[in-house]
């Protein structure tokens, strides 16, 4: 097997990218048993395929990997080569730390700015099952960072993490399209109700919801407004009132308690938009 392992501790080309973990370029030349066990991952894992055809169990589904095929395995899911194999081929790997247990997966090592981090971070998340893309532009990226890796050359810790931000980029544009290419918008809507019902208590932005649903922000709005008859926002507000109405049944539930975890700011904010919507303040509703 002619191969390049790089391992954070161990390899010095890593010193300096402590979120590296590891980045491997390897040509097996012959099956090797028991060489890729089925584990989970506690970071980001990316594989590329390079030559060849590999057969891999990825969060448990089974996937038929070939040349231009790029695997994303994020921090809490499983991968292993079937039987534990890993088949005859080629193929780069690269292993990123999660900055906080898979709840934001860049870190202070990206040049995106913390709007651009959270919308790949969402898009990535919500994604998780479309466990390989047809990626082939991310073949150059993989052979340059190897190349910025071991030449060291003027301005490579820079170089490194802009080729990561860039494979970052593209990963997250390539679920888009292949979520557009495929789009049902009242599944897709359906998907999003269900994404921000679990964490009204974040406070969701247009972009963050377009990034949901693989949109951009001027062709989510339309289709929000088409489909519901509300703007994002105020379709977003509805949500978060149907919530506090059901908690409000609970009357061991304080009704700050209530207003700050369905992502109103305080209670008061809550009582007003609650009363304009509903005609009650929130302790007249309750009562009744």
């Given at each position: 097997?002619?191969?390049?392992?790089?391992?954070?501790?161990?390899?010095?080309?890593?010193?300096?990218?402590?979120?590296?973990?590891?980045?491997?370029?390897?040509?097996?030349?012959?099956?090797?048993?028991?060489?890729?066990?089925?584990?989970?991952?506690?970071?980001?894992?990316?594989?590329?395929?390079?030559?060849?055809?590999?057969?891999?169990?990825?969060?448990?589904?089974?996937?038929?990997?070939?040349?231009?095929?790029?695997?994303?395995?994020?921090?809490?899911?499983?991968?292993?080569?079937?039987?534990?194999?890993?088949?005859?081929?080629?193929?780069?790997?690269?292993?990123?730390?999660?900055?906080?247990?898979?709840?934001?997966l860049l870190g202070?090592?990206?040049?995106?700015?913390?709007?651009?981090?959270?919308?790949?971070?969402?898009?990535?998340?919500?994604?998780?099952?479309?466990?390989?893309?047809?990626?082939?532009?991310?073949?150059?990226?993989?052979?340059?960072?190897?190349?910025?890796?071991?030449?060291?050359?003027?301005?490579?810790?820079t170089r490194v993490?802009?080729?990561?931000?860039?494979?970052?980029?593209?990963?997250?544009?390539?679920?888009?399209?292949?979520?557009?290419?495929?789009?049902?918008?009242?599944?897709?809507?359906?998907?999003?109700?269900?994404?921000?019902?679990?964490?009204?208590?974040?406070?969701?932005?247009?972009?963050?919801?377009?990034?949901?649903?693989?949109?951009?922000?001027?062709?989510?709005?339309?289709?929000?407004?088409?489909?519901?008859?509300?703007?994002?926002?105020?379709?977003?507000?509805?949500?978060?009132?149907?919530?506090?109405?059901?908690?409000?049944?609970?009357?061991?539930?304080?009704?700050?308690?209530?207003?700050?975890?369905?992502?109103?700011?305080?209670?008061?904010?809550?009582?007003?938009?609650?009363?304009?919507?509903?005609?009650?303040?929130?302790?007249?509703?309750?009562?009744?």
């Open positions: 097997m002619n191969q390049l392992i790089l391992q954070q501790g161990i390899s010095k080309e890593l010193m300096h990218f402590p979120h590296i973990l590891e980045f491997t370029h390897k040509k097996n030349n012959t099956i090797q048993l028991n060489s890729f066990n089925s584990n989970v991952t506690d970071c980001i894992c990316l594989y590329y395929i390079l030559e060849g055809k590999f057969s891999w169990m990825i969060d448990l589904q089974q996937h038929t990997l070939y040349p231009g095929d790029f695997a994303l395995v994020l921090p809490g899911q499983r991968i292993g080569g079937e039987s534990g194999i890993l088949n005859i081929g080629a193929l780069f790997g690269l292993k990123i730390s999660a900055e906080d247990c898979g709840k934001l202070k090592w990206s040049g995106l700015s913390k709007k651009e981090k959270l919308s790949i971070n969402q898009i990535l998340l919500v994604n998780k099952q479309q466990l390989v893309l047809k990626l082939k532009e991310a073949q150059v990226l993989m052979y340059n960072l190897q190349l910025e890796l071991q030449n060291e050359e003027v301005g490579f810790y993490n802009q080729l990561l931000d860039e494979l970052f980029v593209l990963i997250s544009r390539q679920l888009i399209r292949q979520n557009n290419s495929r789009r049902d918008f009242p599944q897709t809507f359906l998907k999003l109700e269900q994404t921000l019902r679990q964490n009204l208590a974040h406070q969701w932005t247009v972009e963050e919801m377009a990034a949901l649903t693989g949109m951009g922000t001027t062709a989510f709005t339309e289709k929000v407004k088409n489909y519901s008859g509300f703007s994002p926002l105020n379709y977003l507000i509805n949500i978060r009132i149907t919530e506090a109405t059901k908690l409000l049944k609970k009357n061991e539930v304080n009704v700050t308690d209530i207003a700050l975890s369905t992502g109103f700011y305080s209670s008061q904010h809550f009582s007003t938009t609650f009363k304009k919507l509903t005609g009650y303040t929130p302790s007249e509703f309750r009562k009744k």
